[in-house]
């Protein structure tokens, strides 16, 4: 067991494996064909793995992010598309939810959200900006005493087929960019216009545009008070890079697992292609990296559930490393299975173009070096 795991997380592991075996590995070719895996999430959900950390009071088994991580890299191994989505509900949603809703809001969607029978999107970029989220457009003006929302949403995960939205939204100066901007629970409904965004990998994950023509709620619905979206986001990116990172370690082994089944009955020259010591390199040096993030990941999600002041840079660490791994990977295994690997009847095909969105969603890598630059900077002094 690693260090930084107790008995009860090894049952978590023990439960999603179990699961993915079952429900996720069967369905993985489907999902990855559109299929949106709403069932799949209440199914998880009902087995309080969507989001380990809630507590029995909002209906989750009360664990860690350790035990959130082991979910999303255990599932990223068959469908990164529904560690994807499992990962915005469980973490950028449901944590987001606990922590900073009006008990109205609590109230009502918490439970269902935490079972996976109501799926909420996380909808902060916009056509005009996503790494310069805070210069968003999307407004929300308060007329008697409603909010009235108006505006367009981008890329958002599960936005075709989401219960409601927590969505961004401009509430004073745009001039005072993050200083005036609040997050708002909008439940979908007439004012809710959403289209499908072709993307080229995490297919199945509803990614949409998705347009708010004067969506009205009340004060209940703000997330984290008026004004305060930019300290809700910060402590959403790290829970959520930490998680990708875990997506990105999946991916990884889940490309090799497929590249080792495969060269161990490929035969060439007379022996299976496995014996080749170039091909064992290719591997190895992709097995060291995995062991490498493994560990960053895992310390990541220890010092969030230890509340270290080192979490932030972990979790920048996690998502930079893990994603370029998943590239990486996907690329290796891949190449060493030859045309079979480039052959959309191959499962690394599917990975590889997963792979490249954990290098952009979430904030684009660049963005995360920023970061790191920052944190490390901070930490060295
Ligand atoms: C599959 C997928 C799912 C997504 N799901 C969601 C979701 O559920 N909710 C949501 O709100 N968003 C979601 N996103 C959006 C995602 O977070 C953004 O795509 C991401 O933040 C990058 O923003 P952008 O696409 O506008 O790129 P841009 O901001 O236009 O960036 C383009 C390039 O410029 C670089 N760049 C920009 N600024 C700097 C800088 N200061 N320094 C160095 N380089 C810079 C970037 O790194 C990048 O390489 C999703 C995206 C994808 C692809």
């Known amino acids: 067991m690693f260090p930084h795991f107790e008995e009860v997380h090894m049952l978590v592991k023990k439960t999603v494996r179990e699961f993915v075996e079952r429900r996720v590995e069967p369905n993985a070719r489907r999902i990855d064909q559109g299929w949106y895996p709403r069932e799949l999430l209440r199914e998880m959900g009902a087995l309080g793995l969507l989001a380990p950390h809630a507590p029995p009071e909002y209906g989750g088994p009360g664990l860690d992010f350790r035990s959130m991580v082991l979910v999303v890299e255990e599932v990223a191994k068959s469908s990164p598309a529904l560690a994807t989505v499992t990962e915005v509900q469980g973490v950028m949603i449901v944590h987001n939810l606990m922590h900073y809703a009006a008990p109205e809001a609590r109230e009502r969607w918490l439970q269902p959200a935490v079972r996976g029978e109501k799926i909420i999107a996380f909808a902060l970029s916009e056509p005009c900006c996503g790494s310069d989220a805070f210069s968003l457009e999307t407004k929300a003006e308060k007329i008697g005493g409603t909010w009235v929302i108006n505006g367009t949403?981008?890329?958002?995960?599960?936005?075709?087929?989401?219960?409601?939205?927590?969505?961004?939204?401009?509430?004073?100066?745009?001039?005072?960019?993050?200083?005036?901007?609040?997050?708002?629970?909008v439940e979908r409904g007439k004012c809710v216009e959403v289209t499908p965004v072709a993307v080229m990998g995490m297919r199945g994950t509803g990614t949409a545009e998705v347009k708010f023509r004067d969506c009205e709620v009340g004060d209940d619905a703000v997330v984290g008070g008026v004004?305060?979206?930019?300290?809700?986001?910060?402590?959403?990116?790290?829970?959520?890079?930490?998680?990708?990172?875990?997506?990105?370690?999946?991916?990884?082994?889940?490309?090799?697992?497929?590249?080792?089944?495969?060269?161990?009955?490929?035969?060439?020259?007379?022996?299976?292609?496995?014996?080749?010591?170039?091909v064992q390199h290719?591997?190895?040096?992709?097995?060291?990296?995995?062991?490498?993030?493994?560990?960053?990941?895992?310390?990541?999600?220890?010092?969030?559930?230890?509340?270290?002041?080192?979490?932030?840079?972990?979790?920048?660490?996690?998502?930079?490393?893990?994603?370029?791994?998943?590239?990486?990977?996907?690329?290796?295994?891949?190449?060493?299975?030859?045309?079979?690997?480039?052959?959309?009847?191959?499962?690394?095909?599917?990975?590889?173009?997963?792979?490249?969105?954990?290098?952009?969603?979430?904030?684009?890598?660049?963005?995360?070096?920023?970061?790191?630059?920052?944190?490390?900077?901070?930490?060295?002094?």
Not at 232 to 261: F, H, K, P, T, Y
Not at 343 to 365: P, Q
């Open 153 to 185: 949403k981008l890329w958002i995960t599960s936005g075709m087929y989401a219960d409601a939205f927590l969505v961004a939204a401009r509430t004073g100066s745009p001039e005072e960019k993050h200083k005036t901007v609040t997050l708002f629970l």
């Open 282 to 381: 290719h591997l190895a040096s992709i097995a060291a990296r995995i062991e490498a993030v493994r560990g960053v990941v895992y310390t990541a999600a220890y010092f969030r559930d230890k509340g270290s002041e080192l979490f932030p840079l972990y979790a920048q660490v996690a998502k930079y490393l893990g994603s370029r791994l998943a590239v990486d990977a996907a690329r290796t295994a891949m190449q060493v299975m030859g045309g079979y690997g480039y052959s959309t009847d191959s499962k690394v095909e599917m990975l590889y173009r997963d792979a490249k969105a954990t290098e952009i969603y979430e904030g684009a890598n660049e963005i995360i070096l920023n970061t790191i630059f920052r944190l490390f900077e901070k930490h060295e002094t």
């Open 227 to 278: 004004n305060g979206a930019f300290k809700v986001v910060l402590d959403d990116l790290n829970n959520g890079r930490m998680c990708v990172g875990a997506i990105g370690l999946g991916i990884a082994q889940g490309a090799i697992r497929e590249a080792l089944s495969y060269t161990k009955k490929r035969r060439a020259f007379g022996t299976t292609i496995i014996n080749f010591q170039a």
